[in-house]
């Protein structure tokens, strides 16, 4: 396993400080093996190759099962910005490359029907 740079960490660190309302919301719901007896982090970086530049790299998803490899990641409006989108599109088919299964959840079904996003991610557990 490659060590984790320190840049990395300290904004992995900064990103579970500075959690918005709506991840707030969640992470309620999934901290402590609260949901399914499923264990999740929050900002947890994972290491990526990247064939075509050669360097490492690190995606920082939102939350993620381990166990599971699920991963959900919140969209708010800047996830429609084209660039944003496309990049978003990127980083997952890197994932996806490392087997993990990526929820996309945006921020106003946290809001208006939390219950509804639980049962989308009770869902996607493949038990």
């Known amino acids: 396993m490659k060590k984790i740079p320190e840049i990395i960490i300290e904004t992995s660190r900064k990103l579970r ?9 969640l992470w309620n ?10 264990k999740f982090v929050r900002q947890f970086p994972i290491y990526v190759y990247t064939e075509d530049s050669w360097l490492d790299r690190y995606i920082i998803p939102d939350f ?7 991963i959900i990641e919140l969209d708010w409006n800047i996830h429609n910005k084209k660039e944003v989108y ?14 993990y299964k990526i929820l996309r959840i ?20 493949p038990w």
């Open 17 to 25: 400080k500075e959690m918005t309302l709506t991840e707030d919301i």
């Open 106 to 125: 945006k921020n106003e079904d946290i809001i208006n029907n939390i219950d509804k996003s639980l049962t989308y991610i009770a869902a996607s557990f």
């Open 64 to 70: 993620i099962c381990r166990e599971d490899n699920l």
């Open 86 to 99: 496309e990049l978003d599109k990127y980083k997952e088919k890197l994932l996806i490359q490392l087997w």
């Open 29 to 38: 719901k999934l901290k402590a093996k609260r949901f399914k007896n499923k």
